[in-house]
């Protein structure tokens, strides 16, 4: 069976233009136009992938993303956005989401970042051989692909989780973003290194004590960033 991926994008060239070549690459693609018909979609729909535009007619994609990640929190979010989104509201628009593209993006770029996200995606629903990672208090479960802190599981996205493993698995090393980006997205030269510090970001509000003062994941200055064991 092949995977299912929603295209949410008002304009309808960039939406057709997408969804010809999904299809032509193998996969199955919903269509939605607008942000009402994307949940609907993706209510009835086994999605893998949801390529995301940030401003749409009705529903800010923002907050379509905000709702897949509450609701189906094994959905991959790709945010496609425009240049002028791109400065400054890295932020708001990544709310839960695992990449984003800027427009005008070409086809074998976003299949890079779709193969890509799905390998995290498909690996969270693998079972894998008994495994546990224990860096009191937290306890990565590999089997159920899940973290703990203090024995109270904490959410984590695809690429969250990935990120956390990477980084549990090399406590004793600092790592940089170029080897985070390789590791986890699976080709530093195409990506910025913001999208791993807004990750980073967003795992520190989840497993942090205090997030603006963080000591689990403690950042190597001008380099990258380190998972200190308590
Ligand atoms: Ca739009």
Known sequence: MSDKILILEDEVGIRSFVAINLKREGYEVIEAQNGQEALEKISE???KIALLDVMLPDINGTDVCKYIRQN??????????????????????????DDYIIKPFSIKELLFRINA????????????DTN??????FILDLDKRKLFKNN??????PTELAIVKYLMDNTKKSLSREQILQEVWGNNSLYDFKIVDVNIRR???????????????????GYGYCFRKE
């Open 117 to 128: 996200l799905l390998r995290r995606v498909k690996k969270d629903e693998e079972v894998l």
């Open 45 to 47: 729909n086994n999605i």
């Open 72 to 97: 189906f929190e094994n959905v991959g979010i790709i945010m496609l956005t425009a240049k002028s989104q791109e400065e400054d509201k890295i932020e708001g628009f990544m709310s839960g989401a």
């Open 203 to 221: 795992i520190r509000n989840k497993i942090e004590d205090d997030p603006s003062k963080p000591k689990y994941i403690q950042t190597v200055w």
């Open 132 to 137: 546990k990672v224990v860096l009191p208090p």
């Open 152 to 157: 109270k599981e904490i959410e984590l996205t």
